[in-house]
């Protein structure tokens, strides 16, 4: 059962530009918070951004001002545009419910920053 579909990620530059997308299942999106997760190798996933329903957003301090995070609640939709990005970047991005996530995870998709 897919609750969640990420894409756009990919192989990129330091100081390059990705755009995130991920459709989300409607009875986990609407009305909830959303989120974009990342994991690294070796480390915990984390949440670098979220966004309410109504459009107000939160950033983790290491993506604040180069990362925005956008909903289109009309199709289940939810963006992240990545500009200025840096090797600590590099993970798999995961789409979910804000600050308390569903169980069950996308796949993700891998965003690697790299020379």
């Known amino acids: 059962q897919v609750q969640f579909m990420e894409s756009g990620g990919g192989l990129v530059q330091p100081g390059g530009s990705l755009r995130l997308s991920c459709l989300a299942s409607?009875?986990?999106?609407?009305?909830?918070?959303m989120a974009w997760y990342r994991q690294a190798p070796g480390k915990e996933r984390e949440m670098v951004a979220d966004?309410?329903?109504?459009?107000?957003?939160y950033y983790d301090d290491s993506v604040k001002g180069r990362f925005t995070i956008s909903r289109d609640n009309a199709k289940n939709m939810l963006y992240l545009q990545m500009n200025n990005l840096k090797p600590e970047d590099t993970a798999v991005y995961f789409c979910?419910?804000?600050?308390?996530?569903?169980?069950?995870w996308g796949q993700g998709t891998q965003v690697t920053v790299s020379s």
């Open positions: 979910n419910r804000g600050w308390s996530p569903a169980p069950s």
């Open positions: 966004i309410t329903n109504g459009g107000n957003t």
């Open positions: 409607r009875n986990i999106f609407s009305g909830y918070d």
